[in-house]
């Protein structure tokens, strides 16, 4: 399955089985509500201008590129939703949704799920900090989550694993070949992925992705391979590191 950049689709649906076009049933929760801070900017990360435009526009424009995509919905922190910065808008406003950040990235997940409307069957869950996202790691976890199941997009650890004393000492070699790391999009039947949150607010539970909330309640999660461009930004080297790989093509 190729990543094609940028290809143009609109959202009229997808072909059904009988040969009509389907209604739109994704809803995609782009998470943009923390601070930055790591970066050491005065402007909010999310906001930042990467590969050609701002970070967060990458996400919302290549899901609303998407014939199965119903809505967007941008997570902001609560000082921005009633002001969003004006390129926002240079999107589909008939498939975008704003929605208010809570304490936490758990919290903000679940109030962009709320916000949802109905028609939506499968969620999507993606970090404005990975704005390289591409579209065969979409199609994949969409499809997985079609099929029943929570899917998380993630790539193989490559490097030697060691685990270190608070004295700096290493303690063990881990073992490498089972381990991945973790990536967004994350994609879920919603039904499952509302049950998984709901279950985590009544137990105090706190995560640090949506899949571990999955997890926990034993669903099936499984892993779809994901991309280097889709890295996470995360403080001031990173942005020219993203800058490169925008550029070359996986």
């Known amino acids: 399955m190729s990543d094609i950049v940028g290809r143009d689709r609109e959202p009229q649906g997808l072909p059904g089985a009988d040969g009509a076009a389907a209604a739109p049933d994704v809803g ?20 930042r201008w990467v590969a050609g435009k701002p970070m967060l526009l990458h996400s ?45 990235r758990q919290a903000s997940v679940e109030n962009g799920l709320q916000d949802l409307p109905a028609s939506v069957n499968i969620v999507v869950v993606h970090d404005a900090a990975r704005p390289l996202v591409t579209d065969a790691t979409i199609d994949g976890v969409i499809a997985a989550a079609r099929a029943g199941h929570a899917a998380v997009a993630a790539l193989p650890v490559v490097d030697t694993l060691k685990e270190v004393g608070e004295d700096g000492h290493v303690i063990r070699t881990v073992e490498r070949t089972r ?25 105090g539970v706190a995560a640090t992705d949506d899949a571990a909330l999955c997890e926990r ?34």
Do not use: Y
């Not at 995609?28 to 906001?47: C, D, M, N």
């Not at 942005?239 to 790989?245: D, G, Q, V």
């Open 28 to 47: 995609v929760v782009v998470v943009a509500a923390g601070s930055g801070s790591r970066t050491g900017a005065p402007e909010l990360k999310q906001f």
């Open 60 to 104: 919302v424009q290549r899901f609303q590129a998407r014939p199965d995509v119903a809505m967007v919905v941008c997570v902001l922190p609560r000082s921005h939703v009633g002001d969003p910065p004006p390129w926002l808008f240079q999107s589909d406003l008939e498939r975008l949704l704003i929605s208010v950040g809570g304490p936490t």
């Open 217 to 250: 309640l034993g669903f099936t999660v499984v892993v779809v391979r994901g991309s280097e461009r889709a890295m996470k930004i995360t403080d001031e080297t990173d942005f020219a590191r993203a800058n490169a790989l925008a550029g070359l093509v996986e």
């Open 179 to 203: 381990l991945w790391r973790a990536q967004t999009p994350q994609a879920f039947p919603r039904a499952l992925l509302a049950r998984a949150h709901d279950a985590a607010r009544r137990d």
